[in-house]
T-cell receptor, first 115, second 113 residues
Framework: NAGVTQTPKFQVLKTGQSMTLQCAQD?????MSWYRQDPGMGLRLIHY???????DQGEVPNGYNVSRSTTEDFPLRLLSAAPSQTSVYFC??????????????FGPGTRLTVT | TQLLEQSPQFLSIQEGENLTVYCNSS?????LQWYRQEPGEGPVLLVT?????EVKKLKRLTFQFGDARKDSSLHITAAQPGDTGLYLC?????????????FGKGTKLSVKP
């Protein structure tokens, strides 16, 4: 199993550009989430999904869109990039398994710089 | 807003020393997890604790969930350079969902040979 994969690993955007960060998992996990990690701020939840066709907002959703058409894929779209979106983005997935549903399996991250 | 406070923020020790890092909150959690993150990589799950007072061991790492389910600690015995990394705790309160999982800001551990 590859686990959770993310592409690209690095990306530089200009302000106003749009792009999609890709995330895929091959563990048949029901739940998938996107986080951003900034120095001094820890991991903050952007959007999450509890199954195909179902998404919801996390703590910091503004400027990002998600969709989940399949169990495996959960892309994150930046609509119009801003310097404040410079961050490291992590995709994670988890089982639907009671209290263990919150155990996150993280991808390797995408390092995004917006100039 | 729930908060998970981790302390210390930074810890630099010599190989062979023991250490404890803490994860505290005023909220009650149904479960709490610990992760380790190495530079340039995603966090990796170490353990989940679900019962108040629970103690779990993973080789030289000992995890404890507080009796009141508001806090947790991670103790490392005889630290090694391979233990270097960012240690994160994360929890969700009773009745919470995936959207309610919150992370502490982490303890950055450096173990020098």
């Amino acid at each position: 199993n590859a686990g959770v994969t993310q592409t690209p690993k690095f990306q530089v955007l200009k302000t106003g550009q749009s792009m999609t960060l890709q995330c895929a998992q091959d563990m048949n996990h029901e739940y998938m989430s996107w986080y951003r990690q900034d120095p001094g701020m820890g991991l903050r939840l952007i959007h999450y999904s509890v199954g195909a066709g179902i998404t919801d907002q996390g703590e910091v959703p503004n400027g990002y869109n998600v969709s989940r058409s399949t169990t495996e894929d959960f892309p994150l779209r930046l609509l119009s990039a801003a310097p404040s979106q410079t961050s490291v983005y992590f995709c994670a997935s988890s089982y639907r398994r009671g209290l263990l549903s919150y155990e996150q399996y993280f991808g390797p991250g995408t390092r995004l710089t917006v100039t | 807003t729930q908060l998970l406070e981790q302390s210390p923020q930074f810890l630099s020790i010599q190989e062979g020393e023991n250490l404890t890092v803490y994860c505290n909150s005023s909220s009650v959690f149904s479960s709490l997890q610990w992760y380790r993150q190495e530079p340039g990589e995603g966090p990796v799950l170490l353990v989940t604790v679900v019962t108040g007072g629970e103690v779990k061991k993973l080789k030289r790492l000992t995890f404890q969930f507080g009796d009141a389910r508001k806090d947790s600690s991670l103790h490392i015995t005889a630290a090694q350079p391979g233990d270097t990394g960012l240690y994160l705790c994360a929890g969700v309160n009773y009745g919470g969902s995936q959207g309610n999982l919150i992370f502490g800001k982490g303890t950055k551990l450096s173990v020098k040979p």
